[in-house]
């Protein structure tokens, strides 16, 4: 079996938290960042914030360092072509989908190369959080989302990813198999008390840091909150 080895993440924020600015509002994303920004490590801009605003959506990040989740997948040269479009606006993370296979991910990592010191960490999308077991196997993958989570994660850190997108769930399987070198992004969390809207595979802020997460991504339930800055704050200060 092939080992993975890993460069140490560079440059990275101690704090944990990335509250997503998932918005195709320009004024609401600034909004939202001015409240929550001195609260959290990043600032995840997703595709929907993306789409709607394209590049100009950084302006609205207040200089804090960007998560940038638009979950690449397509063939190596695309990927490998959106990856060089992008270092222009210097994001401190980048997403791809594991299941776009080795080539892909090589590929998009030579890409990032292009951008020196500053290269973005290429983050391998798995699992999306949204998916159950039952949901997995529609799309034809027996076993579970851990074996495929695991499955992929290889697969993409030994194609030169930095680390993964997760659920909680799957944590522990990685940690066990990869060490702590990855970084691992776990999205899919939601306070104690807090609905699950469309997340299937969800655990607690707490939970999730102490089984391993290098990063947590919270959205709603903090942009959604009366008081997003409250609401940041308070789950920034539990997963210290």
């Known amino acids: 079996m092939t080992p993975v080895v890993l460069e140490p993440a560079r440059n990275l924020p101690h704090n944990?938290?990335?509250?997503?600015?998932?918005?195709?509002?320009a004024a609401r994303a600034h909004e939202l960042v001015e409240a929550v920004g001195p609260h959290?490590?990043?600032?995840?801009?997703?595709?929907?914030?993306?789409?709607?605003?394209?590049?100009?959506?950084?302006?609205?990040?207040g200089g804090y360092p960007v998560f940038l989740d638009v979950k690449l997948h397509d063939i190596p040269n695309t990927v490998a072509g959106a990856v060089r479009a992008l270092l222009p606006c210097?994001?401190?993370?980048?997403?791809?989908?594991?299941?776009?296979?080795?080539?892909?991910?090589?590929?998009?990592?030579?890409?990032?190369?292009?951008?020196?010191d500053a290269r973005p960490l290429l983050l391998a999308v798995t699992v999306l959080t949204s998916l159950s077991a039952g949901e997995?196997?529609?799309?034809?993958?027996?076993?579970?989302p851990r074996q495929q989570v695991l499955r992929l994660g290889r697969l993409a850190l030994n194609a030169g990813a930095d680390g993964l997108v997760?659920?909680?769930?799957?944590?522990?399987?990685?940690r066990d198999a990869f060490g702590a070198a990855?970084?691992?992004?776990?999205?899919?969390?939601?306070?104690?008390?807090?609905?699950h809207g469309d997340q299937a595979r969800v655990a607690t802020?707490?939970?999730?840091?102490?089984?391993?997460?290098?990063?947590?991504?919270?959205?709603?339930p903090i942009t959604q909150a009366a008081d997003p800055a409250a609401a940041a704050a308070a789950i920034a200060a539990s997963i210290v």
């Open 166 to 174: 997760c659920s909680a769930a799957e944590i522990s399987v990685l």
């Open 136 to 144: 997995l196997s529609q799309t034809g993958v027996a076993g579970g």
């Open 16 to 25: 944990r938290l990335i509250t997503a600015i998932d918005t195709g509002d």
């Open 90 to 116: 210097r994001p401190a993370m980048l997403t791809i989908h594991a299941a776009g296979g080795a080539a892909m991910i090589a590929a998009a990592r030579e890409a990032a190369e292009n951008a020196g």
């Open 182 to 195: 990855p970084v691992l992004v776990v999205p899919g969390i939601r306070p104690a008390g807090a609905g």
């Open 205 to 220: 802020p707490q939970e999730a840091v102490a089984a391993g997460a290098s990063y947590i991504v919270v959205g709603r």
């Open 40 to 61: 959290c490590g990043l600032i995840k801009l997703g595709l929907e914030a993306f789409s709607a605003l394209g590049p100009a959506v950084f302006a609205a990040s």
